[in-house]
């Protein structure tokens, strides 16, 4: 009974980690003017890290050699990620950023497939970058559009580094290891750009809780509903995200998507659940 306030069903459980990330993201767009990307990247990134490190307290003496060799890489990806994606929102509408970073996902869960119908999920997704693209006139920035690529690729490359790290190590000191190197990669460009001198008492706040919407809510909220759902499921709800993206820029920041940057993303959400819902077991 005491938990009972807590036992959120695994499908709402991941409906509410996106809304979470999303309205993080929010937070994090309306923090540029006054610390930048870098410094907003910094503060979520490294109170993160003091949450996940108080959290799970991880033994850095007990890890082994093996376990360096990617959990290292690991943290610095996820620091890199966030940077860039960053970078990429302060040019461009969140709801494109997160469509075109979502490509670096898609482009991990169907490579090495030589059937025809992965090759239309690729081409759906191919259709929905190219509605974005400068070349359409919608004058978007195109230092955005590569920054949310880039990001996609570092994403790609953090699901697939997290996938063997999972294999050898627990997930919480795993998670809790590759923040703190997150943090030591991003922590000097803050620095650098002067964003964290800037900061007062309420960007503080803010900053905090733009870690926990961004990070120690969303994370938790998944973790419960991985041990409950089947991967497939949860997949195709995180495929959701473009979508959710765009909504919650609409409502917080005002950010409005012509009709081509909407088809965009019903594209990419098209080909990413449809990748799922057709990917081998």
């Known amino acids: 009974m005491k938990n009972k306030e807590f036992n959120i069903p695994p499908i709402y459980a991941v409906l509410l980690a996106i809304i979470s990330v999303q309205c993080g993201a929010a937070i994090a767009k309306s923090l540029f003017p006054a610390i930048g990307a870098a410094g907003t990247a910094s503060i979520r990134i490294g109170v993160s890290a003091i949450i996940l490190l108080i959290a799970y307290r991880p033994n ?63 081409i759906l997704a191919a259709i929905g970058i190219t509605l974005i693209a400068p070349w359409t006139n919608n004058n978007v920035n195109a230092l955005g559009i590569l920054f949310a690529l880039l990001a996609g690729g570092l994403w790609a490359a953090y699901i697939v580094l997290g996938g063997k790290i999972s294999q050898i190590m627990n997930g919480g000191q795993a998670v809790s290891t590759g923040m703190l190197f997150a943090a030591i990669l991003i922590l000097p460009f803050g620095f650098y750009e002067n964003g964290l001198a800037n900061l007062t008492p309420k960007l503080l706040g803010m900053g905090i809780a733009l870690a926990l919407l961004s990070s120690a809510i969303p994370f938790t909220l998944e973790m419960k509903a991985l041990g409950e759902l089947p991967p497939r499921t949860f997949s195709i709800l995180m495929s959701l995200e473009p979508a959710a993206a765009s909504i919650c820029a609409f409502v917080f920041l005002q950010e409005h998507l012509n009709f081509y940057e909407i088809l965009a993303v019903v594209c990419v959400v098209i080909a990413s659940v449809g990748s799922t819902l057709t990917a081998k077991r």
Do not use: H
């Open 60 to 122: 850095l003496k007990a890890i082994t050699p093996e376990q360096w060799k990617i959990v290292v890489p690991y943290g610095l990806s996820l620091g890199a990620m966030n940077l860039i994606f960053y970078l990429a929102i302060e040019r461009i509408p969140i709801g494109l950023a997160v469509t075109l970073e979502f490509i670096g996902p898609l482009v991990v869960a169907i490579i090495g497939s030589r059937r025809l119908v992965d090759y239309c999920w690729v």
